[in-house]
């Protein structure tokens, strides 16, 4: 379904949930919480338990609240999730407690179909916002107000092909290696194996300006979106490093078809396919003819080890007649330690809690899948890349200047143009469209 055409449902949607009421009847003895949520993995990797968690959730809840039912549809894709969560508006139907997908968060929040939290943080003693990883927590927030808490949690991560690395004599980088190290290695990876004057060995795949920028410290818009900073310094120099890198691949074109071939040293993935591919069934159909592990990205020189972190969020409607039966549900779906920690086990996402995911208990749930010898991330690592991560920032036009952006970046990248002048001139043509 077109955005705007959801948009506009959405908007139609809010004013009959305004006009209409409560979706239950005050006289039921019976009182029922409706749970807006999704199948299959937000991650987009394959996952046969989604409803694993959600249900444990909801009979330990039940068990805690006689005479309350939590009701879910079962049946919805990720991709139809929200049109179906807009035709529910339209109906009046609006689940108390649901699942917010990213693209549609400034869209709610905007449009007041979600509930602001903070009261609710603010009147109960047992709630504590530090438990959270600050990346996810901050996540849900819109003009800093708390519309949403964070239930799972994926950074992106460098994989790295260690036996190609072997085969060269270069050790694996540790989780503090640097854009200089990075491009070393793959200069010396870079080669034409079978000397038939073709390059078909090379140093990285998918790694983009926008890796590159996360992790040279670069913000890339003001916080109400109303200005770019394409042509800042930080940024400049991640678009610099990337024309470095390309240059090593003499006009050729690296592919994911290289890359599964063992045939490039490096690639960025999330966690959530670090979590599928490193275990059966699926490790033997994508990545079984080498060995590979995962390590942090490379900072750049005014930057860190950081890179982008994403956050499936849940929220509470603005029109819910159950407000504290409505949190005490999330509360228990993003702060319980025991729902947080099925995470790892029943999906590929990492927990929110920082207690969870630093845990010895985690680490020993994760080893359970990998095959013997097989190296761990450590929580340690995991909780680091997560808590310091970046996340995107929520505007309207967010997505639109990116893809401007993009285009724009990507043809200079392309045509060898003078850097620091295009990114101006790039700046400009943003903030041009951002104060439309």
Known sequence: MKRKWIGVLLGTAVLAAVAGGAAYASGEREVVLEFGMFTGSYWDVANANSFTIIDQAI????????????????????????????????????????????SDFHQFTSMGILKDLGPLMAADDTFDESAYFTSAFVSGQYGGTQYALPYET?????????????????????????????????????????????????????????????????????QGGTQSYFGDEKTVQAVKFIAQLQELYQGQTVTQEDFNAGKVAFMPLTFAEYRTYKTYPYKIKRYSNFQWDCITMPAGSQGDNISQVDTLLMGISANT????????????????????????????????????????????????????????????????????????????????????????????LDADNVVDSEMKILQHEVDAYLQQ
């Open 154 to 222: 994926v950074p992106t991560l460098m994989f790295v092909n260690q036996t190609l690395l072997n085969k060269e004599g270069i050790t694996v980088p540790d989780e503090n290696w640097t854009w200089e190290e990075f491009y070393k290695i793959c200069r010396q990876v870079t080669q034409d194996i079978n000397g038939d004057g073709i390059l078909d060995q090379f140093g990285t795949y998918n790694y983009g300006w926008l890796e590159a920028a996360h992790s040279n410290g670069a913000d890339l818009f003001n």
């Open 321 to 412: 007649r159950q407000t504290q039966l409505a949190w005490e549900f999330l509360k228990l779906l993003t702060c319980d330690p025991t729902i947080q920690t099925e995470i790892f086990r029943q999906s590929q996402g990492a927990s929110v809690l920082k207690s969870v995911t630093g845990s010895r208990q985690v680490e020993a749930i994760l080893q359970e899948d990998m095959d013997e010898g097989d190296r761990v991330i450590s929580g340690a690592l995991l909780s680091r890349v997560i808590e310091e991560g970046c996340i995107e920032p929520q505007f309207k036009k967010y997505e639109q200047a990116m893809s401007l952006a993009n285009s724009k970046i990507n043809t200079l």
């Open 59 to 102: 009979e330990t809840f039940e068990a805690a609240h006689p005479g309350v039912r939590i009701h879910y549809y079962s049946g919805v894709d990720k991709d139809d999730y929200s049109e179906w969560f807009s035709r529910k508006l339209l109906r009046n139907e609006t689940p108390d407690v649901f699942m917010v997908l990213g």
